[in-house]
């Protein structure tokens, strides 16, 4: 079992930053910085705060995760997604640590029917997946110890995600209008970090490369709104919250030609588990399951603060 003495972690106000936090403890000394302490679009910083705090472990869940704006801010969102994962790697391999880094499924352009591997073509559609793309290229070229994570369509009961824009939103509206022609797999922070740590448990220095880790089975954005205001539906009536404006019956299905946006997203971002679980061996939750447990988590933690 691999052990760590000191763990830096990136991004500590994202979501999956946020949630890898407290379960990290168990495996080293944490530094865990935000921005305004590890400013990734500064490569020099990068480096200083990196060889000041001379960590054997590097996580970066930070990123420029904005995929629309990223359009209009390529320059930004190429010096934070690409050049310095590839920054964090060459530092890494100074000081002979590992290196945990986070990916997408916006490298592919979903144009396959069935579940993307790790050996598949990469062909981002947008700025942002191109980005992405090129962090995991400049990570791979330095050749340091890493493992990438692609996931996909990230949530929790922390930060901004579609999970609490729904519930936001259903809340204020009678109606909704969801995206129901993408395909992908809802991944909760909670898993996300989880599996981490179950990685970096097992790391025994053989295991370096990309890894799809998301929860298992697949739904569209429609699919996923849907399931969202059932399971909290239940919950609060079992908790005596307030009802949602918005039901199931009300939440309609449209095409992504219906609500266009500057970045296009693949049509199916599924991606196979397969190599991430028999690597790691390990179990990944269903994604209705995970969601179960951040929708209690979050009913839970209203009713508390009520
Ligand atoms: N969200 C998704 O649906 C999704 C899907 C697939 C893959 N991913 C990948 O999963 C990882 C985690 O995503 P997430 O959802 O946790 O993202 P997030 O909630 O948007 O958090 C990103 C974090 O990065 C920080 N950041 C942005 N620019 C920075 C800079 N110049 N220097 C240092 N930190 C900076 C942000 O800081 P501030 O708090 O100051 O803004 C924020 O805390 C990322 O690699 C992302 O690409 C996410």
């Keep these: 079992m691999a052990t760590f003495n000191k763990i830096l972690l990136t991004g500590i106000n994202g979501q999956v930053g946020h949630a890898l936090y407290p379960k990290l403890q168990s495996l080293g000394e944490v530094v865990a910085l935000d921005r305004s302490q590890l400013d990734l679009s500064k490569p020099d910083h990068i480096r200083d705060v990196v060889r000041q ?29 690409g050049t310095a994962p590839g920054i964090l790697a060459e530092e890494a391999a100074k000081l002979n640590a590992l290196l945990v880094h986070y990916s ?23 700025v942002y997946g191109a980005s992405k793309l090129a962090g995991e290229k400049a990570i791979q070229e330095v050749g340091a110890n890493h493992l990438i994570f692609r996931t996909s369509w990230v949530y ?11 519930l936001r939103l259903a809340a204020e509206r009678d109606s909704l209008n969801i995206v129901a022609d993408q395909f992908g797999a809802p991944t909760s922070t909670e898993s996300i970090a989880d599996a981490t740590i179950t990685a970096l448990h097992a790391w025994d220095g053989t295991q370096r490369g990309v890894y799809h880790l998301v929860n298992t089975g697949e739904t569209s954005w429609h699919g996923f709104a849907l399931e969202i205001i059932r399971q909290y539906g239940e919950i ?51 994604w209705e399951l995970a969601l179960r447990s951040t929708v209690t988590h979050l009913a839970t933690f209203s009713v508390e603060n009520h």
């Design 236 to 286: 609060a009536q079992k908790k005596n919250l307030a009802k949602l404006k918005s039901t199931v019956e009300n939440v309609v299905g449209i095409t992504t030609a219906e609500y266009p946006t500057p970045a296009h997203r693949p049509a199916n971002s599924k991606m196979s588990t397969e190599k991430f679980m028999s690597t790691f061996k390990t179990e990944l939750a269903p």
């Design 156 to 166: 929790g009961a922390y930060g901004k995600n579609f999970m609490r824009t729904i």
């Design 53 to 81: 705090t001379k960590p054997d472990l590097i996580i970066n869940p930070a990123a420029y995760t904005a995929v629309d704006k990223a359009e209009s801010e390529p320059e930004l969102a190429y010096a934070i997604n």
């Design 104 to 126: 997408t499924d916006y490298v592919f352009d979903g144009t396959k029917t069935t579940p993307y591997t790790e050996l598949d073509e990469t062909n981002p559609l947008s």
